[in-house]
């Protein structure tokens, strides 16, 4: 699953979603919205950021978590466990 600017390769931060062109992974940019970054930030932060990129980023996590809470994905082990954070997403499977 794509959007127009997020791309997945395996030869790239290890097949975890990117920004196309870039290294930056759509976890990290999510990560820093969570934490208080504004657009502003982000695209000083990363030069080749665009603010396309960064709304890529957030349809594509929105089209993952509507994909997996169609697939009745266990979304109670996430919460219970304290030490899975956002670099372990991949961990969860659906049952």
């Not at 395996?10 to 930056?24: A, D, F, H, L």
């Not at 990290?28 to 919205?33: A, D, E, H, Q």
Request: glycine share 6%.
């Amino acid at each position: 699953m794509t959007t127009d600017r997020i791309e997945i390769n395996p030869e790239v931060m290890m097949g975890k979603p990117v920004v196309q062109g870039t290294r930056i992974t759509v976890e990290l940019l999510l990560r820093k919205l969570a934490e208080g970054a504004t657009e502003a930030e982000l695209l000083d932060a990363y030069p080749k950021l665009t603010i396309e990129g960064i709304r890529a980023a957030i349809a594509f996590d929105h089209k993952t978590f509507a994909w997996s809470a169609r697939s009745k994905c266990d979304w109670s082990r996430f919460l219970a466990e304290p030490a899975l954070s956002g670099v372990e997403w991949g961990t969860l499977r659906s049952e």
